[in-house]
C-alpha cells in the first residue's frame, strides 16, 4: 500500500501561472482532504471531498482556487493566477469511508513557490 | 478557523525527561487527533482518542480528554531526540472536518 501520494514534491510558478497539485488517496480510502501550511503555522482546512463530489469547501479562497475528485484518477488542487501570497505546503489527507479510528493518512506534501 | 490551540508553543527538554503538551478546542467534537511532523515533512498520525473516551495510551504516548474543559493533553514519556518534531492536536468536528491547532515544538536535546 502506497500511501497517500501527493506530486509534485515541489512546484515552482511565476506570478499569473496557474498551479495544479495531485493527491492520490490509499487504496480503499474514498475521502480526500486538501490542507494549507504556511511557514511555522499549523495546517488550515481548505476542502473536503469524494468522489465526484465537493462535501464542505468552506476554507477554500472564494477566487482562483478550485478542487476536484473525478470518478477516475487523482484528486486535483487549481490555484488560478498564482500570487506570491500562495506560496505555502499543500497537504492532502485520505480516509476511508467509515471512521475505523486510524486518524488521517497524509501525504508527503507539495511544496508551492511563487517567484 | 482554528479550532485546536496548543500551549506551550515550544518545548525543551533532555532526553530522557518527560514532554507535555496541551490542547483546547471550542466546539463539539467526534474524537481528538495528535499528529507529529518532522520538518519540511508531512504529518504523522500519533493516536486518536475519542469524545466518550478520557485516556488512552500508545507506547511512550499517553492521551488525555476532558471535554467538561475541552482540553487534551499529549504526553510523551522517556523521550529521545528522535523525538524532535512539531506536535499538532486536530479535532475531529461533526461532518468529518479535522481542525488542527497551531502546533508546540519539541526539541529533545541529547
Known amino acids: 500500500n502506497a500511501g497517500v501520494m501527493q506530486n509534485p514534491r515541489h512546484l515552482v510558478r511565476r506570478r499569473g501561472q496557474e498551479a495544479r497539485l495531485r493527491c492520490s488517496p490509499m487504496?480503499?480510502?474514498?475521502?480526500v482532504y486538501w490542507y494549507r501550511q504556511l511557514p511555522e503555522e499549523g495546517l488550515k482546512f481548505m476542502v473536503y471531498?469524494?468522489?465526484?463530489?465537493?462535501?464542505?469547501e468552506s476554507g477554500m479562497p472564494k477566487e482562483r482556487f478550485s478542487a476536484e475528485f473525478p470518478k477516475e484518477g487523482p484528486s486535483i488542487l487549481r490555484i488560478q493566477q498564482v500570487v506570491r501570497g500562495d506560496s505555502a505546503a499543500y497537504f492532502c489527507?485520505?480516509?476511508?469511508?467509515?471512521?475505523?479510528?486510524?486518524?488521517?493518512?497524509f501525504g508527503s506534501g507539495t511544496r508551492l513557490t511563487v517567484v | 478557523s482554528q479550532q485546536g490551540e496548543e500551549d506551550p508553543q515550544a518545548l525543551s527538554i533532555q532526553e530522557g525527561e518527560n514532554a507535555t503538551m496541551n490542547c483546547s478546542y471550542k466546539?463539539?467534537?467526534?474524537?481528538l487527533q495528535w499528529y507529529r511532523q518532522n520538518s519540511g515533512r508531512g504529518l504523522v498520525h500519533l493516536i486518536l482518542?475519542?469524545?466518550?473516551?478520557r485516556e488512552k495510551h500508545s507506547g511512550r504516548l499517553r492521551v488525555t480528554l476532558d471535554t467538561s474543559k475541552k482540553s487534551s493533553s499529549l504526553l510523551i514519556t522517556a523521550s529521545r531526540a528522535a523525538d524532535t518534531a512539531s506536535y499538532f492536536c486536530?479535532?475531529?468536528?461533526?461532518?468529518?472536518?479535522?481542525?488542527f491547532g497551531a502546533g508546540t515544538i519539541l526539541r529533545v536535546k541529547s
Open positions: 489527507a485520505s480516509s476511508p469511508p467509515t471512521d475505523r479510528g486510524y486518524g488521517y493518512t
Open positions: 466546539t463539539s467534537i467526534n474524537n
Open positions: 487504496k480503499g480510502h474514498s475521502h
Open positions: 471531498l469524494q468522489k465526484e463530489n465537493i462535501i464542505d
Open positions: 486536530a479535532t475531529l468536528e461533526y461532518g468529518n472536518k479535522l481542525v
Open positions: 482518542i475519542r469524545s466518550n473516551e
